[in-house]
């Protein structure tokens, strides 16, 4: 239950909402309460006309309603006329009790939802704040269970729980206490099972709990089995791999189905349990009853008998519900538990106390920067010194695993420094403000993303606002204008997840229009032309010639392009400089970069 706490600032947001439906509750109830003390007086205004009555020793209490209602009719003749005046009355009160029982989940129940709505957002808010490492340690299915799954079972706290809950108290405090009113030794036989029925409630529950644990981590694994045979249908499908997927899928799925197979036996056992219970208080309520009449008349009536009946009939579905409602309390607890594991994880890439916002130019220093990854320990990068300034067009090559990737992702703060420092305008970019700066600065990931949207949306998916212009002039500029001219809604066609129905190519050229068009100062584009001809490759070179005149290039690749006027050329092998200087600098030294390039031109002759 601690876990729920966290809800506590949502129901202050909603305390006038979640305040009326709790009034909603006690008056629907209230109404419902009266309806066995006027069916009592009814039975004892007939019994007054039947022959040889026997008046009881202590004269009926009502509640105060009910007695100016025996004032109002007290001049009507006739049993007949009674009795049909009291019916209408217990109907007037039945309709009462709906509309208040309206009013009560118009209130509570949409409150619920509101606290959805806001709990999503928190959510989804909060894990766009995570940064990279969260994500490499957390699975996607998992991540989409949180915001779905667990929120929508924490709602039904919010709303159903919180109004079954005042209902049953509702109920049983205004049922107790009529009942003690009119008979409290009757009542305290009525009660007797209630001590058992909640020794019963603490014992299941605890059961419930820990099944609930297991069935949403069992939910995890099987919705993150899902998401990655999805994202990777095609390669399941290359590899022929259907049957053994689906035995995978099979395994957890049937984990599954056990654990919630587990927690149905419990609440099959344990909600004709309570039934059971309300029963034998029933039982108890005629036997007990009936006998104080027999034997005492004129100490228990015919009519106390059936109103304590009808009260056990109230209790009937409210405390049947406790079973019900106890569930929903465990499993919203189990649920806001592993939100709030989420929620309570802070990025490590944030910023400080008073981030500096400035005008990124494209200075750029790297003082003996060293990076080991967090979660494989690998050294991605050892005492890496760099200096880049305003203008200048810096390659840095090397082969696969060299390094080169990690100096975007460090220039991008998506990870912090090890050791060292990285400079951008002479100040430590770890005192510079994090959105302000990836705002300032246009990348080009070596894995291409694109989202299930338009041609535009994607392409503009840096702005603020989507101009059409501006759009086809930085498809014109990354070489892909004609091809979206060629799609059967040019740049409205909808683009599937991923950008699937879209080649290679298409995709790394789409997504540097998407950089090319924040028209920024400082680019960096990681292994970006990987995936397209040699003829396309020259097309985009000439057009990035002309883009990047007195902007800050960093272009990182394991090719060398012999067309682009580089100022600086960095080869890394294994986390170091081995090499710095320009193309025929390093042709010169018929070094690493020798090799490399000797290598590229005689495939490229094959």
């Known amino acids: 239950m601690k876990h729920l706490k966290a809800l506590n600032k949502y129901f202050w947001k909603y305390r006038v909402r979640m305040g009326t439906g709790l009034v909603f509750v006690y008056l629907s109830n209230y109404f419902l309460a009266l309806s066995p003390q006027v069916t009592k007086f009814v039975i004892d205004f007939v019994q007054k006309n039947l022959p040889k009555y026997q008046p009881p020793l202590k004269k009926p209490e009502y509640d105060i309603l009910v007695r100016k209602f025996a004032i109002l009719i007290d001049g009507v003749k006739g049993v007949t006329n009674v009795v049909a005046i009291c019916g209408i009355t217990i109907l007037a009160l039945a309709l009462l009790r709906g509309f208040f029982l309206f009013l009560m989940r118009q209130t509570i129940i949409v409150m619920s939802r509101y606290i959805e709505y806001d709990q999503k957002n928190e959510v989804y808010d909060h894990y766009q ?83 609930s644990e297991r069935i949403q981590a069992s939910l995890s694994d099987l919705t993150t089995n899902a998401q990655e045979s999805y994202s990777g249908i095609r390669v399941i499908k ?9 035995g995978f899928f099979t395994k957890n799925s049937e984990q599954y189905k056990r654990n919630a197979i587990g927690l149905a036996k419990v609440e099959a056992i344990y909600f004709p349990s309570i039934t059971l219970l309300i029963g034998i208080s029933t039982l108890l309520t005629i036997m007990i009853g009936g006998l104080h009449h027999i034997r005492h008349p004129e100490q228990t009536s015919l009519s106390t008998i059936v109103e304590f009946v009808m009260y056990i009939n109230m209790l009937t579905f409210p405390v049947s519900a406790i079973g019900l409602t106890a569930s929903m309390i465990q499993r919203a607890a189990v649920s806001q538990k592993r939100i709030n594991e989420f929620l309570k994880t802070e990025p490590s890439i944030r910023n400080g106390k008073a981030p500096a916002v400035i005008s990124i130019r494209g200075n750029i220093h790297f003082e003996k920067v060293n990076f080991i990854y967090p979660h494989t320990g690998i050294h991605a990068l050892k005492d890496f010194d760099l200096r880049i300034s305003k203008g200048e067009k810096v390659a840095i090559v090397g082969r696969t695993g060299s390094g080169k990737s990690t100096i975007a992702q460090l220039l991008l703060r998506m990870y912090d420094v090890t050791n ?153 092998d294994d986390g170091v400089i081995v090499e710095l200087g320009t193309h025929s600098e390093l042709l010169a030294k018929k070094g690493y970069y020798a090799g490399l390039y000797a290598r590229q031109q005689e495939q490229e002759r094959q």
């Open 129 to 211: 704040k995570l940064d990279t490492a969260f994500y490499k340690t957390h699975s996607t299915g998992d991540l989409m269970n949180r915001i779905s799954e667990d929120v929508s079972r924490v709602r039904m706290f919010t709303g159903p729980a919180i109004m079954y809950l005042a209902n049953l108290l509702a109920v049983i405090s205004l049922s107790v206490f009529f009942m003690l009113k009119s008979d409290p030794e009757l009542t305290l036989y009525v009660m007797a099972p209630l001590p058992i029925l909640a020794i019963t409630i603490y014992i299941v529950n605890n059961t419930i709990n820990r099944k």
């Open 238 to 246: 290359s590899f022929g791999q259907e049957k053994a997927m689906l």
């Open 420 to 572: 060292g420092k990285i400079d951008m305008e002479g100040i430590d970019i770890r005192n510079l403000n994090v959105e302000s700066l990836r705002e300032q600065i246009s990348y080009v990931p070596q894995d291409v993303f694109l989202f299930s949207d338009t041609v535009e949306n994607n392409i503009g998916f840096g702005l603020q606002q989507t101009k059409r212009v501006l759009v086809e002039k930085a498809a014109i500029q990354a070489s892909v204008d004609n091809e979206i001219g060629g799609f059967s809604h040019q740049y409205d066609t909808m683009i599937g997840e991923r950008g699937v129905t879209l080649s290679g190519g298409q995709k790394q050229r789409i997504s540097i229009a998407r950089a090319l068009i924040k028209d920024p100062n400082l680019v960096i584009f990681d292994d970006c032309l990987s995936a397209v001809d040699a003829r396309t490759e020259k097309e985009i070179i000439g057009n990035l010639n002309e883009f990047l005149e007195n902007k800050t290039a960093i272009i990182i690749t394991h090719r060398i392009f012999s067309l682009f006027n580089f100022d600086k050329i960095v080869v890394l």
